[in-house]
C-alpha cells in the first residue's frame, strides 16, 4: 500500500501520504517491500478518494516510490491538483523495506525450536525478526531502512525547506508517497530535525490505506516575503511539528465491489462494471480494506527507546 505523506513549510508543509490497495497485496501475511504490483480496482478507488480530498491542497511538489502502488497514488493526487501542476518526481530513496529472500514468500510470528534461521528459510519460513538491525538474506533491516529515511529527509525535504527560506517564501505544501514501514522511519527522522533534538521514539505505525500525516518545517526567525541568506550545506535551527496523523476520513464512502472485482488490476481502459450492464446492479459491499502488509505496527522492536539527537 502507499500511505501518502504531507510536509508543511511553515516554510514547508510536508504531507506523507500511504499508498491503497494493490493486487500483490491482497495475498495476506507475505513479506511484501520491493515486490512490485499494480493497484486493485479498489485500491484506485483509494487513490481517486485520496485526490479528491487533497485537492483543494496546492502542492509544490510531489515525490513518490517507482514502486507501482505508490506511484500511481501520487499520479491520481497529482491529476487532481490545480493548475499550475506541482512538480512530479520518483525516488528510489522512497522505496518500502526489501525483504531479500522473503520477498513474496509467507511469514510466521514465530520461529520453531531447534531449527536455525537457515533451516526456517530452507522450509520457506521466515519469521517475523525483533531486532532492528536484523535484516533477511539480500534485504534490509530497519536500521537500514531509518539510513535511506535519513538521506531522503536531506536530498527531498530539507533542500525545499533551504530553497523556500532562501525565496522568502511560506506555506509551501510538498507531499511525499510511500509505504507504511518507510513511512514510520521518515517521519522519525525528520521530527529529530527540530531544534530540541530529542528523539520521537518510533511509535508512528500502523498507518491505513491512504492515510495522510501532516508535518510543518519551519526555519526558525524566517518571515514571509524576506529572503534568507543560507549556505548549501547549511541550516538555521528548525522547528518541526507533526499535527496530523494518519488521517484516512477520505475512505468512509469507498466501497468495495463485490465478486473479486475490486481485488482485481485495475485497467485504466476498463469501464465501470455499472456502465457495460447499462446500469442498476446490487449495493456494494460496505467498509475499506485495512493494511494487507503488516508493517510492525504491534512488533516491539528492541533499540526503540528515544534517544536525543542534534540537528
Do not use: C
Not at 516510490?65 to 491520481?76: D, H, I, N, V
Not at 505544501?173 to 514510520?184: D, E
Not at 511509535?203 to 519551519?218: D, E, F, L, P
Amino acid at each position: 500500500m502507499a500511505n501518502p505523506w504531507t510536509i508543511w513549510y511553515g516554510n514547508i508543509i510536508r504531507s506523507v501520504l500511504h499508498m491503497p490497495e494493490s493486487t500483490f497485496h491482497e495475498q495476506r501475511n507475505v513479506w511484501a517491500g520491493w515486490t512490485d504490483s499494480p493497484l486493485s480496482n479498489h485500491g484506485m478507488n483509494q487513490a481517486r478518494a485520496l485526490g479528491d480530498a487533497l485537492a483543494s491542497t496546492r502542492f509544490t511538489a510531489i515525490h513518490a516510490s517507482p514502486l507501482k502502488r505508490a506511484y500511481s497514488t501520487a499520479e491520481a493526487v497529482y491529476e487532481k491538483q490545480p493548475q499550475p501542476k506541482p512538480v512530479f518526481s520518483s525516488s528510489p530513496l522512497l522505496r518500502e523495506q526489501h525483504f531479500g529472500i522473503a520477498e513474496g514468500k509467507p511469514w510466521t510470528w514465530d520461529t520453531t525450536p531447534g531449527l536455525s534461521l537457515e533451516d526456517h528459510y530452507a522450509q520457506g519460513l521466515f519469521p517475523v525478526m525483533y531486532q532492528r538491525a536484523d535484516a533477511f538474506p539480500d534485504g534490509e533491516s530497519l536500521d537500514d531502512v531509518a539510513v535511506r529515511a535519513e538521506q531522503a529527509v536531506k536530498d527531498l525535504i530539507l533542500s525545499n525547506v533551504r530553497k523556500a527560506a532562501r525565496e522568502g517564501k511560506k506555506g509551501l505544501h510538498v507531499a511525499i508517497v510511500s509505504h507504511g514501514i518507510f513511512i514510520s522511519e521518515l517521519i522519525s527522522a525528520l521530527l529529530t530535525k527540530d531544534r530540541s533534538g530529542q528523539h520521537p521514539g518510533r511509535k508512528y505505525r500502523g498507518t491505513h490505506n491512504t492515510a495522510w500525516t501532516r508535518i510543518i518545517v519551519s526555519v526558525k526567525g524566517s518571515k514571509e516575503g524576506e529572503p534568507m541568506e543560507i549556505a548549501d550545506n547549511d541550516l538555521p535551527p528548525l522547528e518541526v511539528s507533526l499535527t496530523d496523523f494518519n488521517r484516512s476520513e477520505h475512505l468512509e464512502h469507498v466501497k468495495r465491489q463485490k465478486g473479486g472485482i475490486g481485488s482485481s488490476a485495475h485497467d485504466p481502459k476498463q469501464q465501470s462494471i455499472r456502465a457495460f450492464f447499462g446500469g442498476g446492479g446490487a449495493k456494494a459491499e460496505e467498509g475499506r480494506s485495512e493494511s494487507n502488509v503488516k508493517d510492525e505496527a504491534n512488533v516491539e522492536f528492541e533499540g526503540d527507546a528515544p534517544t536525543s539527537s542534534s540537528l
